[in-house]
């Protein structure tokens, strides 16, 4: 895998200077158009803002990027097909040249090669409710435990099954720790399942409560499009974006208000982490 690292991103990582990495396949797919660009953006300023470099990770013309422009960035936002790359697609949308959106898991493959300990995301992804018939399970998981990169979010995504990634990361012996909280947050929502202790890289830090969501009301959304999802075939890669946008939808688009809010608010704790780690 070829990686082509920005400037500003070398010369950081070649002093030691703190780093923090971006998913973009929430620009690609996770956010309506326009908010998502506006909200890449923002959260790159907020990064500098405290002293850190961000390197929004992708994949473009048989490269990946590390530290995309503000031209790959609006690209990223807008144009149609771009690819969906978790770790199993690196190799066919490299070989193909295509425009890719890193999922976590490719994200924390890129910025472990490349040198960087911190990764800010919105939600992970993880066991599937169901799991026990499809085996869905989120490449997330096995990503974050064979990389030494911190990947900080809002928990996992709540129309997962939360118990089951809690327990899915116990067994590959990923330390979850929690970030102003004893409790596991789950993306829109502040709090689940109680932490394990001991264990480490997975810094979970809750929606801030202005944001956040009732956590009945998000299940009962979710069941009903889990339902829906169903009945529409939706499967694989497709399903937890499906979800997603039937949840936004249902909730009047507060639950899209969160997630901005939580990818925020991940971003800041990833900048001062990087600051910390680099001290």
Sequence with gaps: MKLSVAPEVAKALEANAPVVALESTVIAHGLPRPRNLTTARAL???????????????????????????????????????????????????????????TVAATVEIAAAAGIQVLATGGIGGVHRGAEQSFDESADLEAIARHAVVVVS?????VLDLALTLERLETLGVPVLGYGTDEFPAFYVRSTEQLARGAGMLLCVPVPAESALERDEVEDQVRAAIAASDRDGIRGADLTPYLLRALGEATNYRALDANIALLRANAQVAAQLALTLCA
């Design 44 to 102: 790159e300023t907020e990064i500098r803002a405290l002293g850190v470099v961000p390197a929004t990770i992708a994949l473009h013309d048989g490269v990946a990027v590390v530290g995309a422009g503000d031209v790959l960035l609006e690209r990223l936002a807008n144009e149609t097909g771009v690819a969906k790359v978790s770790i199993r697609d690196i190799a066919p949308v490299l070989a193909a040249r295509s425009l890719g959106g890193t």
């Design 154 to 158: 809002a928990g996992a995504k709540f």
